[in-house]
């Protein structure tokens, strides 16, 4: 969402912010505000800022929602979460966070063009997106709306691929009692753990390591273990109709299965609890996986996404 692709041509200038930013075209928009590409004139770098909508400014619970998630991702000090640059303010008296620039695509958008990544992709979205939530868990943040659309995909300087969290925005403060995060229930219902969306249950760290067992699912399938309207993916987490993973990707080994199985288990208490075990296991389960699709031909979708 603060980012652009590579072949995007120069931006055309639409307004000035604190004397330092030129502003220029509208990268995206969310429901707290829009994403402007924009340049910093001091540092002499492009970088990407989130502006909260005017119509909230005169909201307390918006904008120190707002101001949390700039705390909570300037906090996070890990390569793998979008930086934060600093903040401003607009004439109009509207908050915004100046983040880093990225050049690159969401994952879902890798994924709605080419209907999956490759195996070795989706290990190395399961590596780095494990440190991003180990290092949020460790200073007690849960980031509750993990999913392809906030995890972004661009290289480091060596042209290696580089994975990075997005979006604080419904970020929840251990210990805290924020009135946005126990007022409703927050987030993207097809990631949401079965015992967050049916109410029996908080937002808690399980919560993130399940939305991104969804994720791993999405990337090697094209699609969620639980597509459709929420009241849709309700009644099958009630039901318990999950069809096998293996069913999906019969050319992928039976221990990706079993990952799947723990992993989107409806009962937390048999899924992984820590973010480094769901990725051990996920490591684990790599090489029988990877000599299984060596020896089947994998959709050609799925294999052209590297």
Not at 17 to 26: P, Q, S
Not at 137 to 157: C, E, M, Q, S
Not at 197 to 203: D, F, K, P, V
Not at 268 to 277: N, S
């Amino acid at each position: 969402m603060m980012s652009t692709n590579t072949n995007e041509s120069a931006c055309t200038t639409v307004g000035l912010l604190e004397d330092r930013y030129v502003l220029g075209e509208l990268l995206g928009a969310g429901s707290m505000g829009q994403v402007y590409s924009a340049h910093d004139t001091v540092l002499g770098i492009d970088v990407a800022v989130k502006m909260l909508y005017p119509e909230l400014v005169g909201s307390r619970r918006h904008v120190e929602r707002f101001a949390q998630e700039a705390r909570v991702a300037a906090r996070m000090l890990s390569r793998n979460v979008v930086k934060v640059l600093g903040l401003a303010v607009t004439s109009e008296g509207a908050p915004c966070i100046v983040y880093e620039r990225l050049e690159g695509e969401t994952l879902g958008e890798r994924i709605v063009r080419d209907g999956g990544i490759s195996l070795s992709d989706t290990l190395e979205v399961v590596r780095q997106m494990s440190h991003a939530l180990a290092r949020a868990h460790t200073i007690g943040v849960i980031h509750r709306d993990v999913k392809p659309d906030n995890i972004f995909l661009t290289r480091d300087a060596e042209g290696r691929m580089l994975v990075k969290l997005l979006d604080f925005g419904i970020a929840e403060v251990e210990g805290t009692n924020g009135s946005y995060a126990h007022c409703q229930l927050a987030g993207t219902p097809e990631y949401m753990a079965p015992e967050i969306l049916l109410a029996t249950h908080e937002s808690d760290r399980a919560g993130d390591l399940y939305a991104l067992a969804v994720t791993v699912f999405e990337c090697l399938t094209g699609q969620c273990p639980f597509p459709g309207p929420v009241d849709d993916i309700v009644a099958a987490l009630r039901a318990g109709t999950r069809a096998p993973f293996t069913e999906h990707r019969p050319d992928l080994h039976g221990a990706i299965d079993s990952w799947m199985d723990r992993a989107l288990h409806q009962d937390p208490f048999w899924r992984f609890t820590t973010v480094k075990e769901l990725r051990d296991a996920f490591e684990a389960a790599m090489p029988a996986a990877s000599a299984t699709a060596a020896q089947k031909q994998a959709p050609a979708t799925l294999c052209a996404a590297a």
